[in-house]
Nanobody, 120 residues
């Protein structure tokens, strides 16, 4: 019902920046919270940052001051600007979007993931 396409991952050196993008499409009447999560092999997926429809943001303590989440409601997109990247930021990053369709059904959708690798 809802498709998410992520882009922007890659290999960078410590201290560099990357910007992740996620585009939502499909049966969408409204979008609630949008967010980014990350996961490394053998570990649980963890929250990186979220932004509500009202613009309120939440960040993991490990990324506060370095990462910035933003959204463009008209384009149905969410972004994650990642600055001062560290090797411990290396992970697969997943976009998550909560949506509602015309008849009020809600969906919690995930992207396919984009790999971010930070070398020291």
């Amino acid at each position: 019902q809802v498709q998410l396409v992520e882009s922007g991952g890659g290999l960078v050196q410590a201290g560099e920046s990357l910007r992740l993008s996620c585009a939502a499409s499909g049966s969408i009447f409204s979008i609630n919270t949008m967010g980014w999560y990350r996961q490394t092999p053998g570990k649980q997926r963890e929250l990186v940052a979220t932004v509500t429809s009202g613009g309120s943001t939440k960040y993991a303590d490990s990324v506060k001051g370095r990462f910035t989440i933003s959204r463009d409601n008209a384009k149905k997109m969410v972004y994650l600007q990642m600055n001062s990247l560290k090797p411990e930021d290396t992970a697969a990053y997943y976009c998550n979007v909560e949506t509602r369709d015309l008849i009020g059904r809600t969906f919690d959708s995930w992207g396919q993931g984009t790999q971010v690798t930070v070398s020291s």
